[in-house]
């Protein structure tokens, strides 16, 4: 029975056994053999398990996030169909006499740096795919088990080093009960799509993996950020009798699902949802938000292995708007860079990626991409309340060069013949100094302000947010923080455009008052947080929290 404190990255009780999601290492030594037949008979069979793997988990992928995201597979499937790479292989065991994995490294190796020195990012990506399919087959060659979420078919609790937010966003929450990181902090994206699916996860544990034991029975409080392992009966009837009040709680605030958000004294505020899928839009209605504030459409890029086509893009939006009828729905472009990578875009690794070519920079780097996805966005602009956002402005400058391709991409649609909705909003992320600072000058050039405070506190006060080691400087309550959304507030009211906090702030319960006072008009958050929010401002006073925010 051992306790263990992290971070408590997303709230919730689960219990479960242990699950490793750690990649092995596969060491690969040459090795002489005699029996070469017996070795070709040892590849067979590999490659055959991984044919079989690999078609469970297109089989499962496509279950849990559909048909259109299973490219990747496809792509790992015909591989392990290519004559030349596999006679390749074989032909090295039989002329060398060597044994099969150190055959099947030395090949793969060989192809992966042709693909690589290739000047086609197609083929660069072919790169990756060997990368991956040989790493299966040595793995099965070697008798070790490579770890896949979307083959699990038993409730577990997941422990990792770290997790991607394309990994957590593969999550299948019917048998992934919670997951418990070594690294990692509260407002990591991974920690962000953990609290938007409702899983319970604790990071930032600094060495859990070598602590717990596959198998071993884990209750995950992603309230409190503590695990327990291997808990007495005691301690397991505390947490059963804890996460029935909970649930009983969260029952009670059901009943707020259909009010409007309002203070004691009539203060309107909106209060929206953060969503990365459609299937977050269940949650979206259950919870009566009364919007989307944030769309993250970077999954869109993340959870397949090519880029989305504009028809693609182009149907989501559209179901999207649909479903959410008339309420306003801000749809952020393309934000990846950071801890969000899409390996097949071919960018290579950056010293500092969080300063580094990510969100607007790439959009504006990579026009066709961002063009794609302004087309599809505008052709879908009909069939709802569309609200387009760019992240990480930095200057007045991106903003301009932004909104110029995305009136260039209206002109020529019309010309195409396609409806457009005349009153398509237009508004800039504030996440970054330079731009808050500038905030009375980019509210005269938006429709509206989108605060993102995850960013805005990390490149303040210089803290990485994924790093615990400052996580004690990443302080969304430091005064310096607190003016400069005071200020963004005051400009963009000043111009009469509305301002909105998707960052994690926006559902703190400290910080909300004195967002409230401050004037905020919407707060935007995961679906999950919203009911509590609710009932939180009901209890306040506007002009109390007016009084308050001056004083802070």
């Given at each position: 029975?051992?306790?263990?404190?992290?971070?408590?990255?997303?709230?919730?009780?689960?219990?479960?056994?242990?699950?490793?999601?750690?990649?092995?290492?596969?060491?690969?030594?040459?090795?002489?053999?005699?029996?070469?037949?017996?070795?070709l008979?040892?590849?067979?069979?590999?490659?055959?398990?991984?044919?079989?793997?690999?078609?469970?988990?297109?089989?499962?992928?496509?279950?849990?996030?559909?048909?259109?995201?299973?490219?990747?597979?496809?792509?790992?499937?015909?591989?392990?169909?290519?004559?030349?790479?596999?006679?390749?292989?074989?032909?090295?065991?039989?002329?060398?006499?060597?044994?099969?994995?150190?055959?099947?490294?030395e090949?793969?190796?060989?192809?992966?740096?042709?693909?690589?020195?290739?000047?086609n990012?197609?083929?660069?990506?072919?790169?990756?795919?060997?990368?991956?399919?040989?790493?299966?087959?040595?793995?099965?060659?070697?008798?070790?088990?490579?770890?896949?979420?979307?083959?699990?078919?038993?409730?577990v609790?997941?422990?990792?080093?770290?997790?991607?937010?394309?990994?957590?966003?593969?999550?299948?929450?019917?048998?992934?009960?919670?997951?418990?990181?070594?690294?990692?902090?509260?407002?990591?994206?991974?920690?962000?799509i953990?609290?938007?699916?409702?899983?319970?996860?604790?990071?930032?544990?600094?060495?859990?993996?070598?602590?717990?034991?596959?198998?071993?029975?884990?209750?995950v409080?992603?309230?409190?950020?503590i695990?327990?392992?291997?808990?007495?009966?005691?301690?397991?009837?505390?947490y059963?009798?804890?996460?029935?009040?909970?649930?009983k709680?969260?029952?009670?605030?059901?009943?707020?699902?259909?009010?409007?958000?309002?203070?004691?004294?009539?203060k309107?505020?909106?209060?929206?949802?953060?969503?990365?899928?459609?299937?977050?839009?269940?949650?979206?209605?259950?919870n009566?938000?009364?919007?989307?504030?944030?769309?993250?459409t970077?999954?869109?890029?993340?959870?397949?292995?090519?880029?989305?086509?504009?028809?693609?893009?182009?149907?989501?939006?559209?179901?999207?708007?649909?479903?959410?009828?008339?309420?306003?729905?801000?749809?952020?472009?393309?934000?990846?860079?950071?801890?969000?990578?899409?390996?097949?875009?071919?960018?290579?690794?950056?010293?500092?990626?969080?300063?580094?070519?990510?969100?607007?920079?790439?959009?504006?780097k990579?026009?066709?991409?961002?063009?794609?996805?302004?087309r599809?966005?505008?052709?879908?602009?009909?069939?709802?309340?569309?609200?387009?956002?760019?992240?990480?402005?930095?200057?007045?400058?991106?903003?301009?060069?932004?909104?110029?391709?995305?009136?260039?991409?209206?002109i020529?649609?019309?010309?195409?013949?396609?409806?457009?909705?005349?009153?398509?909003?237009?508004?800039?992320?504030?996440?970054?100094?330079?731009?808050?600072?500038?905030?009375?000058?980019?509210?005269?050039?938006?429709?509206?302000i989108?605060?993102?405070?995850?960013?805005?506190?990390?490149?303040?006060?210089?803290?990485?947010?994924?790093?615990?080691?400052?996580?004690?400087?990443?302080?969304?309550?430091?005064?310096?923080?607190?003016?400069?959304?005071?200020f963004?507030?005051?400009?963009?009211?000043?111009?009469?455009?509305?301002?909105?906090?998707?960052?994690?702030?926006?559902?703190?319960?400290?910080?909300?008052?004195?967002?409230?006072g401050?004037?905020?008009?919407?707060?935007?958050?995961?679906?999950?947080?919203i009911?509590?929010?609710?009932?939180?401002?009901?209890k306040?006073?506007?002009?109390?929290?007016?009084n308050?925010?001056?004083?802070?």
């Amino acid at each position: 029975m051992i306790q263990i404190k992290g971070i408590a990255a997303s709230q919730g009780i689960s219990f479960a056994k242990a699950y490793f999601f750690n990649n092995p290492k596969l060491e690969v030594l040459e090795k002489k053999i005699v029996n070469t037949s017996e070795e070709l008979l040892k590849l067979d069979s590999a490659i055959e398990l991984s044919r079989r793997e690999l078609k469970l988990i297109k089989e499962k992928t496509s279950e849990m996030i559909g048909n259109d995201k299973v490219n990747i597979f496809e792509a790992h499937l015909l591989i392990l169909e290519d004559e030349e790479y596999i006679e390749t292989v074989k032909t090295d065991i039989i002329s060398k006499e060597i044994n099969a994995e150190y055959a099947l490294k030395e090949t793969s190796d060989m192809f992966i740096h042709m693909f690589e020195s290739m000047n086609n990012k197609y083929m660069k990506e072919r790169a990756s795919d060997i990368k991956d399919v040989s790493k299966r087959i040595i793995a099965h060659l070697l008798g070790v088990s490579l770890p896949n979420p979307s083959l699990i078919n038993e409730k577990v609790i997941i422990v990792a080093n770290d997790l991607t937010p394309s990994q957590v966003a593969q999550l299948n929450h019917k048998y992934i009960k919670g997951f418990v990181t070594n690294i990692g902090g509260k407002n990591s994206h991974s920690s962000i799509i953990s609290r938007q699916l409702g899983i319970p996860a604790v990071v930032g544990t600094n060495n859990i993996t070598s602590i717990i034991k596959n198998g071993d029975f884990l209750i995950v409080d992603g309230t409190a950020g503590i695990v327990e392992i291997n808990p007495n009966n005691e301690i397991l009837k505390k947490y059963k009798e804890k996460k029935e009040i909970l649930k009983k709680e969260k029952e009670n605030l059901y009943k707020l699902s259909l009010l409007k958000t309002e203070t004691e004294d009539n203060k309107k505020i909106i209060l929206s949802s953060n969503i990365g899928t459609l299937k977050d839009l269940q949650e979206v209605k259950k919870n009566g938000s009364e919007g989307i504030g944030l769309y993250r459409t970077e999954f869109l890029y993340m959870t397949k292995g090519e880029l989305p086509t504009e028809e693609e893009q182009f149907n989501i939006y559209k179901q999207i708007l649909l479903n959410m009828k008339n309420k306003s729905v801000v749809v952020r472009t393309l934000d990846i860079g950071g801890d969000k990578r899409v390996p097949y875009l071919g960018y290579p690794n950056e010293m500092n990626p969080f300063l580094g070519c990510r969100a607007i920079r790439l959009c504006l780097k990579e026009k066709n991409i961002f063009k794609t996805q302004l087309r599809a966005l505008i052709r879908a602009s009909i069939y709802g309340k569309l609200c387009i956002m760019f992240p990480m402005i930095s200057t007045l400058t991106e903003l301009r060069e932004a909104k110029k391709i995305f009136e260039e991409q209206k002109i020529i649609l019309k010309k195409q013949g396609y409806k457009i909705a005349e009153n398509i909003e237009i508004g800039a992320m504030i996440e970054v100094p330079s731009a808050a600072i500038l905030s009375d000058f980019f509210s005269k050039e938006v429709d509206f302000i989108s605060i993102g405070t995850n960013d805005l506190i990390q490149y303040t006060m210089a803290a990485d947010r994924m790093n615990e080691n400052v996580s004690y400087l990443y302080q969304p309550y430091n005064p310096a923080v607190f003016r400069l959304i005071d200020f963004i507030i005051k400009s963009a009211h000043n111009e009469n455009k509305w301002v909105g906090i998707c960052g994690e702030m926006a559902s703190d319960p400290i910080a909300i008052p004195i967002l409230v006072g401050m004037g905020i008009d919407e707060l935007s958050m995961t679906s999950t947080s919203i009911l509590k929010v609710r009932k939180h401002i009901k209890k306040l006073k506007f002009s109390e929290m007016k009084n308050l925010s001056k004083k802070i």
